[in-house]
């Protein structure tokens, strides 16, 4: 056995990197792919805390039309194409939640509502307030932008 303060043998140290540059590779040919072959859509920015309203196509049967969905954002997850975002909307007394992956194909465009100002990038405790408790302050209005 040897001692804590040694170095691992060289038989160990190759391995890992041959696992390593494996695995770095694998991730390249993955970004590759993404970039060259995959399409980006262009939306606007928006962050955790804006309210939105995101249009997509829904097929029934033979025919196809757009609905739309309109909530604040309560996180963005995810980089690049596999970047994904939930909204939450209250109908009624009940709320709903969605996740979007920001480059699904039945994605038509998204507008940004209004700039809410939050100081979390996921703000999960939205989930929990009720009436008044659950406004979020507007951007443009007083302290510090």
């Given amino acids: 056995m040897q001692p804590v303060n040694q170095p691992l043998t060289k038989d160990v140290n190759v391995a890992w990197l041959d696992k390593t540059n494996f695995l770095l590779q694998k991730m390249d040919l993955v970004k590759y792919v993404q970039d060259k072959y995959i399409t980006k859509k262009e939306f606007p920015e928006f962050k955790a805390g804006d309210t939105i309203t995101v249009y ?83 951007k443009s209005y007083g302290g510090k932008k």
């Fill in 56 to 138: 997509y196509e829904i097929k029934e049967g033979a025919k196809t039309r757009t609905q739309f969905f309109k909530g604040t954002v309560i996180q963005i997850r995810g980089t690049g194409l596999t970047k994904t975002f939930t909204i939450r909307k209250m109908s009624g007394d009940v709320g709903v939640e969605r996740v979007f992956p920001i480059n699904m194909p039945a994605l038509q465009k998204i507008e940004v509502n209004r700039q809410g100002r939050v100081r979390r990038a996921r703000i999960y405790y939205f989930r929990d307030l009720r009436g008044k408790k659950a406004r979020i302050k507007d």
